[in-house]
């Protein structure tokens, strides 16, 4: 915001070098893929904080890519209407997130831990097919939040101006 707002020569300098971006987003790749192979996955501190740090830096340029008008590459992607919708109802994917799935409680008090205790099939693929079971969860998770959003916030959302 400062850069934006003091600097912004500086700004756009910085955001126009694509490359910085790619190397960036590579590198996070790289990390997530050390960081999911290696032995102490969830507790290693040094993959936690790089995985962090190269996220925000990931996530500043491509923020900062948006918000410049002359740079349209990723604004062709945040104009899409799934990543318009999936932002209209962010805070319900936030809020609803680990109702869904959590991690730590694989079988404990979630949607999934329920599913997954009740239907033997679904209960397979908590160690068979990790791409099946992000996408069942993502899918209970965008339906939770899309009601959320319709019956709830967006109602909510018409009064905000009134008080």
Known sequence: AYLYHYRSNLLRKILFNHYVTLLTLC???????????????????????????????????????????????????????????????SYGIYLYHNLVFNYYHLNGNTIWGYLSNNFTYLNSLNSESIILKFVINFLLLISIASFSWFYIEKPINKYKNRL
Do not use: H, M
């Open 27 to 89: 590198f996070y790749i790289l990390v997530l893929y050390l960081s999911y192979s290696s032995v102490y996955t969830y507790d290693n501190i040094y993959y936690i904080v790089l995985r962090t740090l190269l996220a925000s830096v990931f996530s500043f340029f491509l923020i900062g890519n948006s918000i410049i008008s002359n740079s349209n590459k990723f604004n062709l992607l945040l104009e899409n209407r799934v990543i318009i919708y999936l932002g209209s109802i």
